[in-house]
């Protein structure tokens, strides 16, 4: 860790789940932690507003991405493309839209952390739209990673990970869907947000990465 009161982060999708578990850890050290999504303002899927976002900040160490959308299921010969196409607007291309405006604005020694999802290589059926955003984005980052070294790029893979993202389904039906993935994963769990904040502070602190992509899933490849 180098972190001092000069260093700025910024957490996207920071209001939330994962990345709020991630603003609060890098709230506990030195520095700046700028948070922002909707409801703070900013929508990933407005290319002028992330361009206004960024203009307005000085310059900047750290940025994290985890903002993300639901994406429809079902297989892929029925899939509504209206949304599927939707559901890429926010998580891929709201992603790579916030990295390419970001970029400029990094110090040297800085670092962007993405968000992918662990169906981006696991093969489950009816997943196709996660399985191809997610696998678009992981992508994308090693490329990112290349064109902007050394400014380092990585990518968080989570795995099943209790968050606001499930409160619409019902306590039961939420807890039926966690208790079974907990059985079936090799690490007897499912995420919590801490478990996953430590994996971005880990892109963040360890200069020696990137182009990585980092697999917090409970061991989902695995099954
Ligand atoms: N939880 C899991 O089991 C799991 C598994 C695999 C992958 N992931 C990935 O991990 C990431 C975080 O998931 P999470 O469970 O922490 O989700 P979450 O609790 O629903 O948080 C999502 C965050 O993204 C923001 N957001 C959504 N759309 C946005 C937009 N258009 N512009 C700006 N911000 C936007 C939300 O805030 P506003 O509503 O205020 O915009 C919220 O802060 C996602 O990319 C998700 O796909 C999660």
Do not use: C
């Amino acid at each position: 860790m180098n972190f001092t009161k000069d260093t700025v982060s910024v957490v996207i999708g920071g209001t939330s789940g994962i990345g709020k578990a991630v603003a609060a850890a890098l709230e506990d050290r030195p520095g700046t932690v700028h948070v922002a999504s909707r409801s703070e303002g900013l929508d990933i899927t407005d290319e002028t507003s992330v361009i206004q976002y960024f203009d307005a900040l000085d310059l900047i160490d750290h940025v994290v991405i985890t903002a993300g959308s639901a994406a429809p299921g079902g297989p892929i010969s029925d899939v509504n493309t209206a949304a599927a196409k939707e559901a890429f607007n926010v998580k891929y291309w709201g992603s790579v839209t916030v990295a390419k405006h970001a970029i400029s604005k990094i110090r040297l020694g800085g670092s962007i952390t993405l968000t992918s999802g662990f169906l981006s290589r696991r093969t489950v059926p009816d997943t196709f739209v996660k399985t191809a955003m997610n696998a678009a984005l992981e992508a994308s980052a090693k490329l990112m990673a290349k064109e902007w070294a050394p400014i380092r790029v990585n990518v968080i893979s989570p795995g099943l990970t209790d968050t606001e993202a499930y409160s619409d389904m019902t306590k039961t039906s939420r807890e039926r869907m966690l208790a079974y993935a907990a059985a079936s994963l090799p690490a007897g769990k499912v995420g919590t947000v801490e478990d996953l904040a430590s994996g971005y502070l880990f892109a963040i602190d360890n200069t020696f990465v990137t182009g990585s992509i980092i697999d917090i899933d409970g061991g989902s490849l695995l099954n």
